[in-house]
């Protein structure tokens, strides 16, 4: 079955610190992958997609993925974290399937002032 | 323009009940799908509805069923209510149907069963 694995529960990184976010995925064929957001009480807000094409992604926020099929990663990066970032994020997969899409179980990303 | 609504916010209930939730998508989006968040887990594939059928549903038992209406509003049935499924519950709409499309979230219905 499609998974998708976020390794690292909690993060916790000083504000104005570079940030790289974990996440791997199971499904061999080309997946569609994404990273959500969702601040408390909030529903997820799409930072990035990837479907085909160029392996580095630019998102909202100043955040930006890489694509690496030999690692099976799809990794959010970061570079001057704003305390505003703090909140949980969600990588997903679409891949193998056209109508839902298989989460992570997220990373809390705590910032330091 | 508005996003996607859902109402109630917040929901409580007791084992063995029934509760309904509702979504309103973007307008001029025709797919809905729900999604189920327990505490401290990624959201859970529940069903998708495209032009009012069902595409698709995840692994969740017959407790639970759906429908969407013809101005694309939607609702998330849950019949005999247990413990286990107290959870935040998430409406998305596309324009479209398909696991590649921008899905857009609602802030969720939080439903307590006691």
């Known amino acids: 079955a499609q998974s998708v694995t976020q390794p690292d529960i909690h993060i916790t990184v000083s504000e104005g610190a570079s940030l790289e976010l974990r996440c791997n995925y199971s499904?061999?064929?080309?997946?569609?992958l994404f990273w959500y957001v969702q601040s408390p009480g909030q529903g997820l807000q799409l930072l990035l997609k990837?479907?085909?094409?160029?392996?580095l992604v630019q998102g909202i926020k100043g955040f930006e993925a890489e694509f690496k099929r030999s690692q099976s990663s799809f990794n959010l990066r970061k570079p001057s974290v704003h305390w505003s970032d703090a909140a949980e994020y969600f990588c997903?997969?679409?891949?193998?399937?056209?109508?839902?899409?298989?989460f992570g179980k997220g990373t809390l990303l705590t910032v330091n002032p | 323009d508005a996003g996607v609504t859902q109402s109630p916010t917040h929901l409580i209930k007791t084992r063995g009940q029934q509760v309904t939730l509702r979504c309103s998508p973007i307008?001029?989006?025709?797919?809905v799908s729900w999604y189920q968040q327990v505490l401290g887990q990624g959201p859970q594939f529940i069903f998708q509805?495209?032009?009012?059928?069902?595409?698709g549903r995840g692994n969740f038992p017959d407790r639970f069923s759906a429908r969407q209406f013809p101005n694309y509003s939607s609702e998330l049935n849950v019949n005999a209510l247990l413990l286990g499924d107290s959870a935040l519950y998430l409406c998305?709409?596309?324009?479209?149907?398909?696991?590649?499309?921008?899905?857009?979230f609602g802030s969720g219905t939080q439903l307590s069963v006691l």
């Open positions: 998305a709409s596309s324009l479209v149907s398909g696991a590649n499309e921008k899905l857009f």
């Open positions: 499904y061999g064929a080309t997946p569609y």
């Open positions: 990837y479907f085909s094409g160029d392996t």
């Open positions: 997903a997969d679409g891949g193998g399937s056209n109508y839902k899409l298989t």
């Open positions: 307008s001029g989006h025709k797919s």
């Open positions: 509805y495209y032009e009012k059928e069902e595409r």
